[in-house]
């Protein structure tokens, strides 16, 4: 009787630790972590940023920096033939393997694509690295290429430079350059973090649709159960360099069996009631949190009290910012770009505005523009009854203590160079608020410790925090100058689900206290529905639709708002289990 044998999986990763040496000692990122990936399968690995996943995928293929000490196996069979032990091949050897049979797409495609070639150069280059074909052929295969990932007019972005493409479009490109080659393994570490609910859409759409059509595996790095419920075939769950649990999607989402997975779900904000805590991670992993009650039960929130007839902050009274697109042989302009497009609206007092749509749709020009971080082209923007487009400097300077702004990026936000002491401080001494430094320096620290740091962290550099700790660094600077109205720019779209809930309960906690009038931007409608008294929702220069926050979300008007809501990864697989509540 013939027994076929079992295909041996195409990835094997056996007791993988991984520990970085510094000065002297010895710091462990990935502990005894085992793995496999069977060939045409789609395995996500998940965790919060600092649980091995980057780490362990850029071990595969020997990126890691020189003090990396990396012991156990992963076994990769590139053919038939006995595998590789991919950690411990020689440097000829792995660049041989690298793009050919095991490509990766990285986190970041701004800083992944070399600014001063063209696209198609650099994706022509990866070609003819593995390929002995001419240039002319490497240049039509890119095309190809480009035509496969679904880029408008292929043949003029082979030729144009990263920065004439949008945040979609270059990791589309990082696509093609993934699979020009057409490797076994495709290894897609946070594809989509941070883009457009519509845009990740369609790049998790076109990684599955490439996988079919080439036979790859791919391992997907995210921190986004919802993601997961998209594209996997089975979830391997990390938390602090460990495997704690893994199995098949279905099973992971339905019926998770570790507190820490438990949590990951327990964070995202779907289905939460507006202003209910969000649970995080410490509720769960704590001393006696394996399910605590306070989670799982239904909490009623303390309703924002707002005075009977609220007045009106900020109203926007036919607002437009035009840039010239094209002008004539006398200099004078045929045609603008609409960024704001007659956009009329108004905030009252205490109440938190949720503005969502697309990149490129007007949402963060419309924000500093109110601010006069940027100049309107006509309209008035109007701050308890004073239209500041019409102050001048000076006036402008103290106007701007009452409004406020957190930008999307922290990392970019502080200045490296100078502490998170002195980034809080900087704001009291240019308004020269307070009487004298001890008092500044007494109201610093208080802030720090209002968004859950500490003194300690008064004299540490910004390169010292996560992500999620530098947000709210920059929430205890924009909060120095008590303002009465605060922008919030995207202020969570990068950061981990679990850390996301954190920030987001701290916004709640702080408007409690303060009472400050908010815009709150994102592109994500669960997360706005949440923080949000009302939505508007913006296309293409113009507000199209605002109503309630519930009935924006749960029964929206315009086609255009239907399928934002569509595009929310795992909005159907996840229903049942929005928040574990």
């Given at each position: 009787?013939?027994?076929?044998?079992?295909?041996?999986?195409?990835?094997?990763?056996?007791?993988?630790?991984?520990q970085f040496r510094n000065e002297g000692q010895l710091s462990t990122a990935v502990q005894n972590f085992s793995m496999e990936v069977k060939k045409g399968e789609t395995v996500a690995i998940v965790g919060e940023s600092g649980s091995?996943?980057?780490?362990?995928?850029?071990?595969?293929?020997?990126?890691?920096s020189g003090n990396a000490v990396i012991t156990g196996k992963t076994l990769f069979h590139r053919t038939e033939r006995q595998p590789v032990n991919l950690v411990k091949l020689p440097p000829q050897t792995i660049n041989r393997i690298r793009g050919k049979d095991i490509a990766m797409i990285f986190q970041e495609p701004m800083t992944s694509l070399n600014p001063v070639f063209t696209c198609g150069h650099q994706v022509i280059e990866a070609i003819r690295a593995h390929e002995?074909?001419?240039?002319?052929?490497?240049?039509?295969?890119?095309?190809?290429?480009?035509?496969?990932?679904?880029?408008?007019?292929?043949?003029?972005?082979?030729?144009?430079?990263?920065?004439?493409?949008?945040?979609?479009?270059?990791?589309?490109?990082?696509?093609?350059m993934a699979i020009s080659c057409n490797p076994s393994l495709l290894i897609a570490d946070e594809?989509?973090?941070?883009?457009?609910?519509?845009?990740?859409?369609?790049?998790?759409?076109?990684?599955?649709?490439?996988?079919?059509?080439?036979?790859?595996?791919?391992?997907?790095?995210?921190?986004?159960?919802?993601?997961?419920?998209?594209?996997?075939?089975?979830?391997?769950?990390?938390?602090k360099g460990t495997l704690v649990e893994q199995g098949t999607t279905a099973a992971i989402?339905?019926?998770?069996?570790?507190?820490?997975?438990?949590?990951?779900?327990?964070?995202?904000?779907?289905?939460?009631?507006?202003?209910?805590?969000?649970?995080?991670?410490?509720?769960?992993?704590?001393?006696g949190a394996e399910r605590p009650a306070s989670v799982f039960q239904t909490i009623t929130p303390t309703p924002a009290v707002l005075p009977d007839t609220p007045d009106i902050v900020l109203e926007v009274d036919h607002l437009?910012?035009?840039?010239?697109?094209?002008?004539?042989?006398?200099?004078?302009?045929?045609?603008?770009?609409?960024?704001?497009?007659?956009?009329?609206?108004?905030?009252?007092?205490?109440?938190t505005l949720g503005l969502v749509g697309e990149s490129g749709c007007g949402k963060t020009t419309?924000?500093?523009?109110?601010?006069?971080?940027?100049?309107?082209?006509?309209?008035?923007?109007?701050?308890?009854?004073?239209?500041?487009?019409?102050?001048?400097?000076v006036a402008l300077r103290k106007m701007r203590q009452n409004l406020?702004?957190?930008?999307?990026?922290?990392?970019?936000?502080?200045?490296?160079?100078?502490?998170?002491?002195?980034?809080?401080?900087?704001?009291?001494?240019?308004?020269?608020?307070?009487?004298?430094?001890?008092?500044?320096?007494?109201?610093?620290?208080?802030?720090?410790?209002?968004?859950?740091?500490?003194?300690?962290?008064?004299?540490?550099?910004?390169?010292?925090?996560?992500?999620g700790q530098r947000q709210r660094i920059c929430i205890a600077r924009a909060l120095a100058m008590n303002p009465s109205f605060l922008i919030f720019d995207e202020s969570v779209s990068a950061l981990d689900v679990s850390v996301q809930a954190q920030v987001l309960n701290l916004l709640n906690d702080l408007k409690k206290e303060f009472g400050f009038t908010a815009i709150f931007i994102s592109h994500d409608l669960s997360v706005v529905r949440y923080i949000s008294d009302r939505i508007a929702v913006m296309h293409k220069g113009k507000i199209i639709e605002m109503d309630t926050a519930e009935k924006v979300y749960n029964t929206p008007a315009q086609e255009y708002t239907q399928q934002l809501l569509a595009a929310i990864p795992g909005r159907k697989q996840l229903n049942l289990h929005n928040g574990w509540s």
């Open positions: 009787m013939n027994v076929s044998t079992p295909m041996p999986p195409l990835l094997s990763i056996q007791n993988l630790t991984v091995g996943k980057s780490v362990t995928s850029l071990s595969l293929l020997q990126l890691l002995n074909i001419s240039a002319a052929d490497a240049k039509r295969r890119a095309i190809g290429l480009f035509r496969k990932v679904r880029l408008p007019d292929p043949e003029s972005i082979v030729d144009r430079y990263p920065h004439e493409l949008s945040g979609g479009q270059k990791q589309r490109v990082m696509i093609a594809p989509t973090t941070a883009l457009d609910v519509t845009v990740q859409k369609t790049i998790l759409e076109l990684i599955k649709e490439l996988q079919v059509q080439n036979k790859m595996s791919v391992i997907l790095i995210t921190h986004d159960l919802g993601v997961v419920a998209d594209i996997a075939d089975r979830v391997v769950v990390m938390y989402l339905q019926n998770p069996q570790q507190p820490y997975t438990r949590a990951l779900l327990a964070c995202r904000p779907a289905g939460k009631t507006k202003g209910e805590r969000l649970p995080v991670v410490s509720d769960f992993l704590g001393a437009k910012v035009y840039y010239p697109l094209k002008k004539n042989l006398f200099g004078k302009t045929r045609d603008y770009f609409r960024a704001v497009d007659d956009v009329s609206f108004v905030v009252k007092q205490g109440e419309l924000g500093r523009a109110i601010l006069q971080l940027i100049p309107a082209t006509s309209g008035k923007i109007l701050v308890n009854g004073n239209d500041i487009t019409q102050l001048h400097a406020q702004i957190v930008f999307q990026d922290p990392y970019g936000s502080l200045n490296p160079r100078i502490t998170i002491g002195d980034a809080i401080l900087e704001p009291l001494n240019v308004h020269d608020i307070l009487d004298n430094k001890k008092a500044r320096k007494e109201k610093a620290i208080e802030l720090l410790e209002k968004v859950n740091l500490s003194a300690d962290h008064f004299h540490r550099y910004p390169h010292q925090f996560s992500g």
